[in-house]
């Protein structure tokens, strides 16, 4: 199982960048896949899940209405398209693989994450 996230950069407030986050070893269909972020001196943050059986899709507060997370079934690749950027979304982005038996109401806590992605960083700043 191996999930390779890529896509950070630098980006202008109120810019936009697409993350996209490539598994391999499993089906996208079996499993739920979210999306962290981790900025300096704070803990890492559960942003979105993504678990297509159902169609649920979660996002934090923080970034609802301004990232969505989408899917390529021909790359088996999840994409987190992120709009109108701030400097508050500097910070290491990760994607991973949920444990089977995670609880949706915890999708946000990175211990119900089994596998997960090296990290893209991301800087918002002029």
């Known amino acids: 199982v191996q999930l390779q996230a890529s896509g950070g950069g630098l980006v202008q407030p109120g810019g936009s960048l697409r993350l996209s986050c490539a598994a391999s070893?499993?089906?996208?269909?079996?499993?739920?896949i979210g999306w962290f972020r981790q900025a300096p001196g704070k803990e890492r943050e559960g942003i979105s899940y993504?678990?297509?059986?159902?169609?649920?899709?979660y996002y934090a507060e923080s970034v609802r209405g301004r990232f969505t997370v989408s899917r390529d079934d021909t790359r088996n690749t999840v994409y987190l398209q992120m709009h109108s950027l701030k400097a508050e979304d500097t910070a290491v982005y990760y994607c991973?693989?949920?444990?089977?038996?995670?609880?949706?109401?915890?999708?946000?806590?990175?211990?119900?994450?089994?596998?997960w992605g090296q990290g893209t960083l991301v800087t918002v700043s002029s």
């Open positions: 993504f678990y297509r059986r159902g169609g649920r899709k």
């Open positions: 991973a693989r949920a444990s089977p038996r995670l609880i949706l109401s915890s999708w946000r806590a990175p211990s119900n994450y089994q596998y």
């Open positions: 070893g499993f089906a996208l269909d079996d499993y739920a």
